[in-house]
């Protein structure tokens, strides 16, 4: 246990629906990462907040796709009109600020759209 | 945008064997970290590598950035079946962006 959490763990949905997925950081870190992981891949970067600031967000990531972090705690990653394609391990990390930034990561929300 | 690539893809080793894999940037980094997943884990963190040519040794594992910090590699010596996993490697580049590699498959054959 790394100290990350993330909730749910496991989501099913029909194509169409919206979902939203939450992850709490280590209390003191205040870098927090959103990823999506998909069998036999690397983590792929999704965006990036500085306390409650999102500072990156990938260009590969569609308007179906938003997160927040209201208020540089804990933060929810929300896809609209979900996608098959959109299946896969959503990974969540955070990190302290600075040159060494070790990023702690949760144990992820599989999500499976039908 | 940056890509970060790694090779091999996989590698089957006898136990006792060294293992190296490999990660090549296509932009200069400003930090490189290497990560450890095992099948239905999450990434975790081994090492961080920040200056130009430094190499980094954890017991075994020997860790290196590249000179024009576009490059690194991990390196175990006589591997052990605990060692199985998948590694990658990690770039921060502009914005703090993190780019992971494509990762190498290590599997461990007793």
């Known amino acids: 246990d790394t100290g990350v959490s993330q909730d749910p763990r496991h989501k099913i949905t029909k194509r169409g629906q919206n979902v939203t997925f939450r992850c709490d950081p280590i209390?003191?870190?205040?870098?927090l990462y959103w990823y999506r992981q998909t069998l036999g891949q690397g983590p792929e970067f999704l965006t990036y907040?500085?306390?409650?600031?999102?500072?990156?967000k990938s260009r590969l990531l569609s308007d179906r796709f938003s997160a927040e972090r209201p208020k540089g705690s804990f933060s929810t990653l929300e896809i609209q009109r979900t996608e098959q394609g959109d299946s896969a391990m959503y990974l969540c990390?955070?990190?302290?600020?600075?040159?060494?930034?070790?990023?702690?990561f949760g144990p992820g929300t599989r999500l499976t759209v039908l | 945008g940056q890509q970060v690539m790694q090779i091999p893809q996989y590698q089957h080793v006898q136990e006792g064997e060294d293992f190296t894999t490999y990660c090549n940037s296509s932009?200069?980094?400003?930090?490189i970290q290497w990560y450890k997943q095992r099948p239905g884990g999450h990434p975790v963190f081994l090492i961080q590598?920040?200056?130009?040519?430094e190499v980094k040794k954890q017991k075994r594992l020997t860790f290196q950035f590249g000179e024009a910090k576009k490059n690194s590699s991990l390196h175990i010596t006589a591997t052990q079946t605990t060692d199985v996993g998948t590694y990658f490697c990690?770039?921060?580049?502009?914005?703090?962006?993190?780019?992971f590699g494509t990762g190498t498959k290590l599997q461990v054959i007793p």
């Open positions: 990390a955070s990190s302290l600020d600075g040159a060494y930034n070790e990023q702690f």
């Open positions: 209390s003191e870190h205040n870098r």
């Open positions: 907040f500085q306390n409650e600031a999102q500072l990156e």
């Open positions: 932009t200069t980094l400003s930090n």
């Open positions: 590598l920040v200056k130009s040519g």
């Open positions: 990690a770039g921060t580049g502009g914005y703090q962006k993190v780019t």
